[in-house]
């Protein structure tokens, strides 16, 4: 089975400063997709970025970046020059490539950025 | 762009009413999923369907029935439905059989209250 963890209830950041969101994963596929989400406080569901377990790079997508550590079965979102439209819940997902291939996501980091 | 589109967005259920959320895609996605989200927790999988045709289980899905009426819909009913299933309730698509960095794309969510 799998398992996301994301320790962080909330954070706060000053604005225009960059946040690392914690997350770490669990798995014995060797086959898997990593992926952040975002939700604003109208609920719906923001794709943010993907990395998958055989990738030689980090994920990049515009301010956002992933942190990945294979090894250590960690998979960081980095934001850069924080906005105060990135207040919102982030979710880490995980999505293997046997069984259900469903996203299994953590419990999610509660981002509050101050001007 | 429709994409994914769930009804009805809010509903208001008396303890041991039946009701049946819609979900149809336009991408012609061969996988769909049902996902809740209670409060201050990331989204678990009720069930999922592989393709058109095919339905299985998720993390929690008791209380739930759903149905592949073909490749654009999937439903979700609750047969009797108890406080415990007060929840947001997220339909989603992806593209592909088999595993694939494929985005998966949300509905905009469906609140329910049971009273």
């Known amino acids: 089975a799998q398992k996301i963890t994301q320790t962080q209830p909330g954070m706060f950041v000053q604005e225009k400063e960059a946040v690392t969101l914690d997350c770490t994963y669990d798995t014995s596929d060797p086959s898997y997709g990593l992926f952040w989400y975002k939700q604003p406080s109208s609920g719906e569901m923001i794709f943010l970025i993907y990395?998958?377990?055989?990738?030689?790079q980090n994920a990049t997508e515009g301010r956002y970046s992933l942190n990945f550590q294979k090894a250590r079965k960690s998979a960081n979102l980095v934001i850069s020059a924080s906005q105060l439209g990135d207040s919102a819940m982030y979710f880490c997902a995980m999505r293997v490539s046997t069984g259900r291939r469903a996203l299994t996501f953590g419990s999610g980091t509660r981002l509050q950025v101050q001007p | 762009n429709a994409g994914v589109t769930q009804t009805p967005k809010f509903q208001v259920l008396k303890t041991g009413q039946s009701m049946t959320l819609q979900c149809a895609q336009d991408?012609?996605?061969?996988?769909m999923y049902w996902y809740r989200q209670d409060p201050g927790m990331g989204l678990r999988l009720i069930y999922y369907?592989?393709?058109?045709?095919?339905?299985d289980k998720g993390e929690v899905p008791n209380g739930y029935n759903v149905s592949r009426l073909n490749k654009r819909e999937f439903s979700l009913r609750l047969e009797s439905a108890a406080p415990s299933q007060t929840s947001v309730y997220f339909c989603a698509s992806s593209e592909g059989r088999g595993f694939s960095g494929n985005t998966i794309y949300f509905g905009e969510g469906s609140w329910l209250t049971v009273v």
């Open positions: 991408m012609n996605h061969n996988s």
């Open positions: 990395q998958g377990s055989y990738d030689q």
């Open positions: 369907s592989a393709s058109e045709g095919t339905t």
